[in-house]
């Protein structure tokens, strides 16, 4: 390997976005689920009271740009590091990630 490789593969800052990454993936799993049930739970409540739920709706919101930031920096398309690290997405402005653009 050449010195230039060898000097990045030693290099701490990318085993722990490596890292980050793969915690990030495990986070991503454990929300599509909660997703699901989120709609689910919207689905049927909307079948049985004729509208959706306002409180469903914004978590929806918030989990839907939580997926972006996990995707966004596991992408490398952002440093950003989402929730634990940041504030949780509050869902009714787009999301808390500085580096996204509006």
Request: glycine share 4%; net charge negative.
């Given at each position: 390997?050449?010195?230039?490789?060898?000097?990045?593969?030693?290099?701490?800052?990318?085993?722990?976005?490596?890292?980050?990454?793969?915690?990030?993936?495990?986070?991503?799993?454990?929300?599509?689920?909660?997703?699901?049930?989120?709609?689910?739970?919207?689905?049927?409540?909307?079948?049985f009271?004729?509208?959706?739920?306002?409180?469903?709706r914004?978590?929806g919101?918030?989990?839907?740009?939580?997926?972006?930031?996990?995707?966004?920096?596991?992408?490398?398309?952002?440093?950003?590091?989402?929730?634990?690290?940041?504030?949780?997405?509050?869902?009714?402005?787009?999301?808390?990630?500085?580096?996204?653009?509006?």
């Amino acid at each position: 390997m050449s010195d230039e490789m060898m000097e990045n593969v030693t290099k701490r800052q990318h085993w722990l976005r490596i890292f980050y990454t793969v915690l990030f993936m495990i986070a991503l799993y454990v929300t599509a689920i909660v997703l699901l049930v989120v709609v689910i739970a919207q689905a049927l409540f909307s079948l049985f009271s004729g509208s959706d739920n306002p409180n469903l709706r914004r978590l929806g919101a918030s989990l839907s740009d939580y997926v972006r930031q996990l995707l966004a920096f596991a992408t490398y398309n952002s440093e950003y590091r989402p929730f634990p690290f940041s504030p949780f997405p509050s869902g009714d402005d787009g999301g808390d990630d500085p580096d996204r653009e509006t």
